[in-house]
T-cell receptor, first 113, second 115 residues
Framework: GEDVEQSLFLSVREGDSSVINCTYTDSSSTYLYWYKQEPGAGLQLLTYIFSNMDMKQDQRLTVLLNKKDKHLSLRIADTQTGDSAIYFCAESIPGGTASKLTFGTGTRLQVTL | GAGVSQSPSNKVTEKGKDVELRCDPISGHTALYWYRQSLGQGLEFLIYFQGNSAPDKSGLPSDRFSAERTGGSVSTLTIQRTQQEDSAVYLC?????????????FGSGTRLTVV
């Protein structure tokens, strides 16, 4: 199956860490991605992780991958008001359409003062 | 161009009319994708182009939807006899196929409202 699930909403206070979670069902996923969508804009690629990695860090962003549980998370350290957006996880699956991505429903992150 | 350009950015149409949505991908990107984002929903895959051919049209919701790509560049998504349930943001993305694992580059989308 190609279902990717995320919680719909997360609220954090400015300066705290945010953790956005995602579960996927296809164990053959090769790459997993996090995209950010600001209001009225398209999706912006934030980071990606190859399926043979457990963790990837990029400045304030940390991606954790648990292949056994098919669980992906995005941690944003020192969350700022500019981080308020919808965050989508996505997976790419080999075979068929070579590069088709399957997206989750998105998690709306609200950062409060 | 520098990014993926979509036009129009907003379109309001009457039920039953046909609409055309345009996508101008990043120059040199051979792969082009159309997705649909409905209110409160994730992204729904519609169609994928490699060059001018469409190896995967599996996401087109009905035969009222069609898409073409010419010259390996601009693509148009056409919706005939629009229905209210077609209201959504239609997103286009492009990539170098060889670099697909770095993800797509998305346009800002066309917000379609069918009244």
């Amino acid at each position: 199956g190609e279902d990717v699930e995320q919680s719909l909403f997360l609220s954090v206070r400015e300066g705290d860490s945010s953790v956005i979670n995602c579960t996927y069902t296809d164990s053959s996923s090769t790459y997993l991605y996090w995209y950010k969508q600001e209001p009225g804009a398209g999706l912006q690629l934030l980071t990606y992780i190859f399926s043979n990695m457990d963790m990837k860090q990029d400045q304030r962003l940390t991606v954790l991958l648990n292949k056994k549980d098919k669980h992906l998370s995005l941690r944003i350290a020192d969350t700022q008001t500019g981080d308020s957006a919808i965050y989508f996880c996505a997976e790419s699956i080999p075979g068929g359409t070579a590069s088709k991505l399957t997206f989750g429903t998105g998690t709306r992150l609200q950062v409060t003062l | 161009g520098a990014g993926v350009s979509q036009s129009p950015s907003n379109k309001v149409t009457e039920k039953g009319k046909d609409v055309e949505l345009r996508c101008d991908p990043i120059s040199g990107h051979t792969a082009l994708y159309w997705y649909r984002q409905s209110l409160g929903q994730g992204l729904e895959f519609l169609i994928y182009f490699q060059g001018n051919s469409a190896p995967d049209k599996s996401g087109l919701p009905s035969d009222r939807f069609s898409a073409e790509r010419t010259g390996g560049s601009v693509s148009t998504l056409t919706i005939q006899r629009t229905q209210q349930e077609d209201s959504a943001v239609y997103l286009c993305a492009s990539s170098f196929v060889s670099q697909v694992n770095y993800g797509y580059t998305f346009g800002s989308g066309t917000r379609l409202t069918v009244v």
